[in-house]
């Protein structure tokens, strides 16, 4: 498939594991990013169709990510992603503009999911 | 009964659902199946349970209900879980603890809240340690009786285990009652993937 993805983590293990979900279920061209400034940095060259942030990072909250992703552009597809379910921090990316939340370590169902409700806008 | 004395939102009878958080259904689980899921972390059995009890669909919400080994604070705290009243399965006395070995008070327990909630769903996650403390047909009677509640209240029943602490002949027994997620089989791991919900935003 064409659409481009795009994983925010601090976590090389972490966006591996992603890396083989998303190469698993059809998805070949993954952008890496692992703090703020390099994913702003790669939104911007490489346009992701789906950009998939953890809320947690060392530089800016997950939730800055989004707002500087969406202040680029609206359109951008992200879904938010974190290891804890913090419900607070959910709703905030979710008022950021954050399409979805997915819970880390995530599986190919809940991924596939997610790209198929969200992928084809 | 031993959560008589509990207080408000600690006994299963009372459990109410969890907050909606505005994310997408992720997971189906049919009513009145029991499922076993093939996963050592039981990382996706919770993810599943704490996506069914923080979406709706249809204006349909479930209520939960957690047996485990892991203790509840710590299942508070990770997964944002309130309302879920939650069992904790440890030889340590306590109000919100049962003996391992107590396989009947275990088998009340969540037949009662099959029994008094509608649209349900148990986690029981700690099956190896009920074998290592009681026996593995002990353990497949009870599972039988659970399983016999959820068909007739149409409740929901996941059961996380490691296929690797079970031999062939105990993973046939369990597949015969249970429907099976295996995630280690990508997507084709899960049965009845397609019913998903998009929030409409």
């Given at each position: 498939m064409k659409l481009k993805m795009m994983i925010v983590d601090d976590s090389d293990a972490f966006r591996d594991i992603m890396k083989e979900l998303l190469v698993r279920i059809g998805f070949e061209i993954v952008i890496e990013a692992k703090d703020c400034d390099e994913a702003v940095r790669e939104f911007e060259k490489e346009r992701p169709d789906v950009i998939f942030i953890d809320m947690i990072l060392p530089d800016k909250s997950g939730v800055e990510v989004t707002k500087a992703?969406?202040?680029?552009?609206?359109?951008?597809?992200?879904?938010?992603?974190?290891?804890?379910?913090?419900?607070?921090?959910?709703?905030?990316?979710?008022?950021?503009?954050?399409?979805?939340?997915?819970?880390?370590?995530?599986?190919?169902?809940?991924?596939?999911?997610?790209?198929?409700?969200?992928?084809g806008e | 009964m031993f959560w008589k004395r509990r207080k408000k939102g600690m006994r299963p009878e009372l459990a109410e659902p969890e907050e909606l958080l505005q994310i997408s259904r992720k997971y189906f689980l049919q009513k009145g199946k029991s499922y076993i899921v093939e996963d050592p972390a039981a990382a996706i059995s919770y993810d599943i349970f704490v996506n069914l009890l923080s979406t709706e669909v249809g204006g349909v919400r479930l209520r939960g209900y957690i047996v485990s080994r892991q203790h509840p604070n710590l299942l508070r705290k990770h997964f944002g879980l309130t309302?879920?009243?939650?069992?904790?399965?440890?030889?340590?006395?306590?109000?919100?603890?049962?003996?391992?070995?107590?396989?009947?008070?275990?088998t009340h327990s969540i037949v009662d809240f099959f029994n008094k909630t509608e649209n349900s769903i148990v986690l029981l996650d700690g099956v190896e340690y009920l074998i290592t403390n009681n026996d593995f047909r002990k353990v497949v009677r009870i599972l039988e009786q659970i399983n016999d509640a959820v068909m007739h209240f149409k409740g929901r029943l996941m059961v996380p285990i490691d296929p690797r602490a079970f031999d062939m002949k105990e993973l046939a027994i369990l597949e015969r009652?249970?429907?099976?997620?295996?995630?280690?089989?990508?997507?084709?791991?899960?049965?009845?993937?397609?019913?998903?919900?998009?929030?409409?935003?």
């Open positions: 992703i969406l202040k680029i552009d609206p359109r951008a597809i992200i879904i938010a992603m974190s290891a804890m379910i913090n419900k607070r921090l959910i709703k905030e990316a979710l008022s950021a503009g954050a399409k979805d939340f997915l819970f880390k370590p995530t599986n190919e169902m809940a991924l596939n999911t997610v790209i198929q409700m969200w992928g | 309302e879920t009243p939650i069992t904790w399965l440890a030889t340590q006395a306590g109000e919100n603890s049962l003996d391992p070995t107590s396989l009947g008070m275990l009652y249970f429907e099976v997620i295996s995630p280690k089989k990508g997507i084709k791991g899960f049965p009845e993937l397609q019913k998903f919900k998009k929030i409409e935003r």
